[in-house]
């Protein structure tokens, strides 16, 4: 295709206001980020838990309140957890992964940084994290992407988990949103590839995530499109729900980027 050079001056104009605007955002957000949480550093707080294990290859629902800290652990092997939410009062307002990383100017999720809805206002933040690897990229496994398993049979895959998911909270397949992937070690190379980094997933590996309003919540336990490995292979995790801590004033997650800030301000209003 031919580029006139109108075009191609539209074309270089757009690139140099977003680079100015990426300049700007990334001038406001923090010089460092947290590390990532220690194993073992994090304890769960004493009182009632509400624990359910998905096995490998499942799903879970919940009603999540705002306040409540959702811990998804990994149990006995690796494995990739998808989560979609929504607005508990109303679902039409849902997670947005685009805008998690546009607002943010990062794919790199990790301890310290929120996830937006697509109001722009935060759903959850991000308070512990031993693994820092995770997908807002790619999104979760498919029937089609399921074929490269040798495997006879039907493989459960994430996209089909959620339309029962989403049948089980009152919603359809036209209700499910593009989802975040837990423990999926997913970057993009210098060519803008997506790749599989190998970075280690262990048993006893966690994210913890902090409801910021009332939320329905979606999570799938199944291998990630990327994952190398060519068996169908995951292991058991564990959802906690539990109440933490009020958040401090100068609470991270709230305060770390001036995105985040607004984000908050949004959901006040």
Not at 151 to 163: E, K, M
């Amino acid at each position: 295709m031919t580029v006139t050079p109108d075009t191609q001056a539209r074309m270089d104009a757009h690139r140099r206001r977003y680079e100015e605007l990426k300049a700007e955002g990334q001038g406001q957000a923090p010089r460092v980020m947290p590390a990532p949480t220690a194993r073992g550093s994090v304890l769960l707080p004493p009182g009632p838990l509400k624990r359910e294990t998905i096995p490998a290859g499942w799903y879970w629902t919940s009603r999540l309140l705002a306040g409540e800290t959702l811990r998804i652990a990994l149990m006995d092997a690796p494995s990739a957890v998808s989560l979609i939410a929504w607005n508990a009062a109303d679902p039409s307002e849902r997670i947005n992964y685009a805008d998690t990383v546009k607002i943010q100017w990062t794919a790199a999720l990790g301890k310290g940084r929120v996830i937006f809805s697509d109001m722009g206002r935060v759903m959850f933040s991000i308070v512990e994290d031993t693994s820092g690897m995770h997908d807002a990229l790619v999104g979760g496994s498919t029937a089609a992407s399921n074929r490269r398993y040798k495997a006879a049979g039907y493989l459960r895959n994430t996209r089909d988990n959620f339309i029962l998911a989403a049948g089980k909270l009152g919603l359809d397949k036209r209700d499910i949103p593009p989802c975040l992937t837990f423990f999926a070690p997913v970057r993009t190379d210098a060519e803008g590839r997506f790749v599989w980094t190998g970075a280690p997933r262990d048993a006893g590996d966690f994210v913890d995530l902090r409801a910021e309003m009332d939320m329905l919540v979606a999570l799938s336990n199944c291998p990630h499109p990327l994952d190398p490995n060519p068996d169908y292979a995951a292991g058991n995790v564990e959802a906690i729900r539990f109440w933490g801590s009020e958040p401090a004033f100068d609470d991270f997650c709230r305060t770390a980027t001036r995105e985040a800030a607004r984000g908050f301000e949004n959901l006040a209003r």
